[in-house]
């Protein structure tokens, strides 16, 4: 017997990846879906029995028989609806970027808590298991001090000038793209890895494409590769494809990233670099079950996901024995079982990415913004 009744709303690829994860969750049941669609709402209602489908989200909002709602929406709809969610008392899982801007964050925040209810950010990328394994290496002191994080997030899905996303426009994505769709991702993991925080940092963002051509029909995320030579409306684009920044982490610890939407033959790469006065860690998406070792004084390792060699803390997020791979889908499933298992616990501390750690992505990419356009380094509060 499912015990806690949920929505879905929106349908597009995230939002599909969203119902596959709480499918897999023994104790949530997916009771309505809505999407300003309604054809596609209504074929994926019937392919997964899901009894009420809606075009405007705020009737399932009056439903005192949904418990949660999922925010699958374009970014600039996410405050809105997570207000709105809560206002109705329903606890939230909103995909990332939370809102597009630290005010909206912030004023999310204040109201999850002033109404009790759980809230999650989908910084879904924690939960693969050899990431969970470098945060738990970190927190047993095996790395040492933590002197340098590095490494990149790049994607070549956009490109070419005929690619083309609701990201794109800024009116729908916010005024960040590629940092705030993925940079973000990047710095959640550094800090959550490390347990440290940045502190300041210098970007320089660039937009390869001042001018972009968009198909006159609604496309899928990366489903663009697939189109043909088509009739394009030409488009001034004012988001970036890139990103590089320079940080500075903890007391002393120094760290470089680039975020990328324009690497060809990048499908979908976060890879991160630790390095301690101890040992070093890298972990590379392309890669998700292997853990690369760095040792000064033996032969550097490289293990592969294997319950039975993971720290005891980190063996919850693998579900599979060793040698049976997991991937993306998966990263959801074992972050919102942790959210759905917190809404029936109130006594259960979040183990899982919750509205502060949205906003405190917005508050670094409010910095990556404002030091690019100032061209100089920008100091960040540690909360
Ligand atoms: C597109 O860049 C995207 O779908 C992001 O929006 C997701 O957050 C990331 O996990 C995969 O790529």
């Not at 949660?68 to 600039?76: E, F, K, L, R, Y």
């Not at 001018?211 to 590769?225: C, D, L, Q, S, V």
């Not at 320079?246 to 991160?272: C, D, E, P, W």
């Amino acid at each position: 017997m499912k015990q806690v009744k949920t929505a879905i709303f929106g349908t597009g690829f995230i939002g599909r990846v969203h119902l596959d994860a709480v499918r897999r969750l023994e104790s949530v049941e997916a009771v309505a879906i809505a999407d300003t669609n309604i054809k596609v709402a209504q074929s994926l209602a019937a392919g997964f029995a899901i009894p009420t489908v809606a075009a405007d989200y705020r009737g399932i909002l009056k439903d005192p028989a949904v418990d949660a709602v999922h925010i699958c929406t374009p970014n600039a709809q996410h405050f809105s609806m997570a207000m709105e969610a809560l206002e109705a008392g329903k606890h939230v899982a909103c995909e990332k970027p939370l809102a597009t801007t630290v005010e909206e964050a912030q004023a999310l925040v204040a109201l999850a808590a002033q109404k009790g209810l759980r809230n999650c950010v989908c910084h879904n990328l924690r939960y693969y298991p050899m990431v969970q394994q470098m945060r738990r290496m970190r927190e047993a002191a095996e790395l040492g001090e933590i002197l340098l994080v590095q490494g990149t997030y790049s994607q070549d899905w956009l490109l070419y000038d005929s690619d083309w996303n609701w990201r794109i426009d800024s009116k729908i994505g916010g005024v960040s793209r590629c940092m705030a769709d993925i940079g973000s991702h990047w710095f959640d993991m550094a800090e959550h890895v490390t347990g440290l925080r940045v502190s300041s940092l210098c970007a320089d963002l660039q937009t390869f494409h001042a001018i972009r051509r968009e198909p006159k029909h609604a496309i899928e995320t990366f489903a663009n590769k697939l189109l043909g030579p088509e009739d394009y409306i030409e488009r001034p684009v004012d988001t970036e494809d890139f990103g590089a920044v320079i940080f500075h982490m903890g007391q002393r610890a120094r760290g470089a990233v680039t975020a990328s939407q324009v690497s060809a033959g990048r499908k979908n790469r976060l890879s991160i670099e630790i390095y301690g006065t101890k040992s070093s860690v890298a972990w590379d998406q392309e890669r998700p079950n292997e853990l690369w070792i760095g040792h000064r004084e033996r032969g550097n390792e490289i293990i592969l996901k294997d319950p039975s060699l993971l720290k005891p803390e980190a063996r919850s997020y693998a579900d599979l024995p060793g040698g049976h791979t997991e991937g993306y889908g998966d990263t959801t499933k074992q972050m919102f079982r942790r959210f759905y298992a917190s809404i029936g616990a109130p006594g259960m501390v979040p183990e899982y990415p919750q509205f502060a750690d949205g906003l405190r992505q917005l508050t670094i990419l409010k910095a990556e913004l404002e030091s690019h356009r100032r061209r100089s380094w920008v100091d960040i509060p540690a909360l």
